[in-house]
Nanobody
């Protein structure tokens, strides 16, 4: 079994910053790409940013240079540094990973449970 655990969500004022972290653990042989998605109330889940195992990153247009995704120093972790936060960034942020399992070598997609980010004054 593979688990993704996010942390770092909080209430922050407009213009503030937050750093989200996600760690993958369990039956893992290899982690390929990792990423962050978000879902606001009444809206569909959308891509925020992704990063490959080689470090190539991709961002949604709405990021506009405010967020940075990075692979963590610890193995199988990913971070999302969010600066200049806006009220419209309010959402539940989900970690996603493409993982090859140790026991069967199957390649699976896994999601974390989500962490709430609220941007409000």
């Amino acid at each position: 079994q593979v688990q993704l655990v996010e942390s770092g969500g909080d209430l922050v004022q407009p213009g503030g910053s937050l750093r989200l972290s996600c760690a993958a653990s369990g039956n893992i042989f290899r982690v390929y790409g990792m990423g962050w998605y978000r879902q606001a109330p009444g809206k569909q889940r959308e891509l925020v940013a992704t990063i490959t195992s080689g470090g190539t990153s991709n961002y949604a247009d709405f990021v506009e240079g405010r967020f940075t995704i990075s692979r963590g120093n610890a193995k199988n972790t990913v971070n999302l540094q969010m600066n200049s936060l806006r009220p419209e960034d309010t959402a539940v942020y989900y970690c996603n990973a493409r993982v090859q399992t140790l026991t069967t070598m199957a390649i699976l997609e896994r999601w974390g449970q989500g962490t709430q980010v609220t941007v409000s004054s």
